[in-house]
């Protein structure tokens, strides 16, 4: 397939499987060797920088702009010269629904290059947190997509019971670290809450740091119990901060999303952001999620 559309609740396992396969296909023989390419929107501070990104990461003139770096992409994966050595490019773009303007132009390009790639073929791997996600866009975009779909459901209790475990035991195969109540009571609280393997590890690592920083000299190794676990999830999912975000309104919300968004993507701490900056990462997130009512 020149395109898949992957989706699923966070944390439920989307770009580690892509990896993971990646990592197998280079590690076995494959019969063409690929270039690799991973860009997540949600770093991005407008959607046209997707352009930049890849064009740089295929090798391209740095500091090109948008519209300049769509035109040599373009021309890239469609040029069909003789001369042209046969290559492939896999690109992983995660978090695609922070891609989504006004016309749908970014995503729409993205999934139409691999279907007219020629010598320099263009497979996309797109990746969303919204299942539906499709459904929400313009036909033509729709019709780039197609049906090829990789569906994740969020993890039950049971499962994310069985990953603790088998993480657990990989880490300290001859200690026995978790009471078993205690994974289990981390695994039911995650699911009754998102699903989110990722918090069930943070909820195990902070008790576990926790226990370690009261016994710094144990006379042998400590357990983490339910106790511990029950309190690190209660200030995880009902901290004073979690409760203030909770009650935010959705212009709230969405200021304080955008502001986190391009803290993590600018690693930028001291000056602070201009308002252009955050109009700009603003507009994508409501385009992102179909409503654009809370923009100023």
Known sequence: ASSIFIAGPPGTGKTASVFAAVREMRTKHVSKRFNFVYMNGME??????AYVMLWEKLGGKSQCKPEAAAAKL???????????ESEVTVVLLDEIDYLVTKNQSVLYNFFDWPLRSTKRRLVLLGISNTLNLPEHLHP???SRIGNRR????????????????????QASPQLNVFATDALVFASKKTSAQSGDLRKAFRICRLAAEQVLNENPNPPEAPIVGIKDVLKVSRE???SAHSKAVALCSQFEALVLVVLALLYRSTGREVGGFDVEELVLKMEAISNAWGNTIYLP
Do not use: G
């Open 44 to 49: 991005m501070r407008h959607p046209f920088e």
């Open 74 to 84: 373009e021309n890239y994966f469609t040029d069909d010269y003789p001369d042209l």
């Open 140 to 142: 033509r975009v729709q």
């Open 150 to 169: 990789c569906i994740f459901n969020a993890y039950t209790s049971d499962q994310i019971n069985s990953i603790l475990k088998s993480k657990v035991t």
């Open 236 to 238: 995880s999912f009902h």
